[in-house]
Every structure is written in C-alpha cells, then in structure tokens.
C-alpha cells in the first residue's frame, strides 16, 4: 500500500491522523517504509517534520530522496540540502534513515511532454509527437537510470 502525504495535502494527512495510521500497521503486522522526496526548500523539510511531530506516520525505516530537479536554475547542487542536514530536528528522522541523491535530469520536461516514460526515452521509443527524443536526450535518461540504480541499491531490500 502507498500513501502520498505530499506538500499542501491535509486531506490524507488528516485521515491518517484518524485512522491511527502507526497503530494500524503495528496491529496489522504491517512492516512500513517511509519514502520523503524534498527539495531544497525549508518547507518541503518542515512538511517531514509535521508528519512525525504529528503522529500522521512513523517507520523504522525511512529513505530522504533529496530531488536536485528541485533547485533552482543555474544554482548549483553543492551544499543544496546542507541546511537539512544541520538542521537539530533532522534526529527525529531515526537511525533507520538513508539519504539518496535524486540527480536532475535537464530533459525531464521533453520527455514528459512526450509521455514517455524513462525507460521508453532511454529505448527511443515515439512519444506523442511521433518522435523519438534526440541521441543525446536518449543517453542523458540513460545515465539517469544507471545513477538512480546506483542509489537505489542500498534500499533494494526495503523495497517490495
């Protein structure tokens, strides 16, 4: 099961909150995995807060996919997510915590356009227009895919 606690979303915050989300999966028998996907921004980090702070959803294993996608244009990735990590309320996170590097794809907007999927712009696979993406936009989703595998490794026993 996957629920997406994302951004500005109260609704299922909200309903995890009254439905005893960690006390369900501990009755259940249910093993949870929290997956955080944030940006470079104070409030994308202060949402993963609340969410514990809150009760909303606790696990004893949690994967932080820092999104370089996120950082601004023409600012660089280096130091991006160091204030996080400085950050007093980062412990809340738990031991059980790794970090991932989610590196930014410069042609993610081409291929979403298209509708392609990764793995169909690495193949050359027609997207919507009929086209394949360009050699070099096919090679950059190629390298993308390698690298995420990369970091992808030290959880792969998590993952279902």
Not at 6 to 21: C, T
Not at 125 to 141: E, I
Request: negative net charge; contains cysteine; hydrophobic residues 45%.
């Amino acid at each position: 099961m996957v629920l997406d606690m994302g951004s500005d979303d109260k609704v299922l915050s909200e309903h995890a909150k009254d439905m005893a989300l960690p006390e369900f999966c501990e009755s259940a028998d249910v093993r949870t995995l929290a997956i955080y996907s944030i940006g470079p921004q104070i409030e994308d980090f202060n949402h993963i807060i609340n969410i514990h702070e809150g009760g909303f959803f606790r696990a004893d294993k949690s994967v932080l996919v820092m999104n370089e996608s996120l950082i601004t244009i023409g600012k660089g990735a280096g130091g991006a997510f160091d204030f996080i990590l400085h950050d007093p309320r980062f412990q809340i996170l738990g031991e059980g915590l790794i970090i991932l590097i989610m590196p930014r794809l410069a042609c993610m907007a081409p291929m979403r356009d298209e509708g392609l999927t990764f793995y169909e712009a690495a193949e050359g696979k027609r997207g919507k227009s009929g086209r394949a993406m360009s050699l070099g936009h096919q090679f950059m989703v190629k390298t993308w895919i390698n690298k995420m595998a990369k970091e992808l490794e030290s959880v792969e026993a998590w993952l279902p």
